[in-house]
């Protein structure tokens, strides 16, 4: 990758990575290992990683608490998990950026999270997708952990074997003001939300398709809408 980060308050902005890539390890452009990372104002192109080695987060690599993703833009990139962005760690907040035509071998179209309130918001995915061979989950986005908010977002277009827009694996869930057309699954066509307490407010399900359960929705869990 372009940069390799070992250390706290990391903060990237006004830039762009085009073309880059890792033969050996996560992150195609970057990889921080640390809290309280910030990447703003930044865009994004063309990044991978090598899938044959696993390697997660085509563009951005994330191993620590409290990363911050804003207002930054990414396309074409490419990972086995994680397209886009690959974030280990607990209270992720993305907002204000856009995900278009990046895919994943196993999870994550775009964005795969791992931690406990990860806030996703104002953001715009569009032509996602993993791998349905694969069994692969969340065409744009993949969380892991309890209370995950997905907010104010509109995808377009995406695909999964379960979830073709989000695949949410936790506990109390909260989607709001969504937009989802257009996306293909086999179970849950637009979202596969597994775990008890999941809400969802104010969302509009359009055209999408499973071939199996839940054209738009299937839950695993308690839910209410």
Known sequence: ???????????????????????????GAVYVKGVNTTISNSN????RVNVSNFARGGSVYVAGSDA????????YCI??????????GANAHIDGSEFTHSSAVNDGGAVYASGSNTTISKCNFIMNRVNIMNGGRGGSIN?????????????ERCTAYEGGVVYINGTNAVL??????????TNGG???????????????VSFNN???????????GDFAL
Not at 9 to 26: E, M, T
Not at 68 to 75: G, P, R
Not at 192 to 201: K, R, S, V
């Open 44 to 47: 994004f192109s063309k990044n």
């Open 68 to 75: 911050e993703i804003l207002n930054s833009t990414f396309d």
């Open 176 to 185: 709001d003001n969504l937009s989802c057309i257009y996306s293909f699954a």
């Open 143 to 155: 969380l892991q952990g309890n209370g995950a908010k997905i907010l104010d977002c509109i995808f």
């Open 210 to 220: 499973a071939t199996d359960y839940g054209g738009a929705i299937y839950v695993a």
């Open 1 to 27: 990758g372009a940069i390799f980060v070992d250390g706290a308050n990391a903060h990237l902005d006004g830039d762009v990575f085009a073309n880059c890539s890792s033969d050996r390890l996560n992150g």
């Open 190 to 204: 637009a979202f596969y939300l597994n775990g008890n307490n999941a809400t969802i407010f104010n969302t509009k």
């Open 79 to 88: 990972a086995y998990d994680g397209a886009v962005l690959y974030i280990d």
